[in-house]
């Protein structure tokens, strides 16, 4: 099954249908309508997100995958290399 794949962006960015972390926790931005979501979903160590992306303000309803998502897991594993906007 393909999983629609949501690009790392930046908040500076703020591209529709990109991640970026925001704290501790990621910031989704809607690939359709472009609304800002905090993600409370899991996410797999290869950027799976599960349950299924539903967005609140449109009909966009994917399974999705983070993309780049495993090298920030490699960031964060390897100390606190903590990336500012
Ligand atoms: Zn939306």
């Not at 409370?40 to 998502?69: A, N, R, T, Y």
Request: aromatic fraction near 8%.
């Amino acid at each position: 099954m393909a999983n629609y794949t949501i690009k790392k962006g930046t908040s500076k960015e703020n591209l529709h249908g990109t991640w970026w972390k925001h704290g501790k926790g990621v910031t989704v931005k809607c690939p359709t309508c472009g609304c800002i979501g905090n993600l409370d979903h899991d996410v797999s160590s290869e950027g799976v997100v599960s349950p299924s992306l539903d967005c609140p303000k449109c009909i966009f309803h994917e399974f999705v995958i983070l993309e780049g998502w495993d090298e920030e897991a490699r960031v964060r594993q390897g100390g606190d290399d903590v990336t500012a906007d």
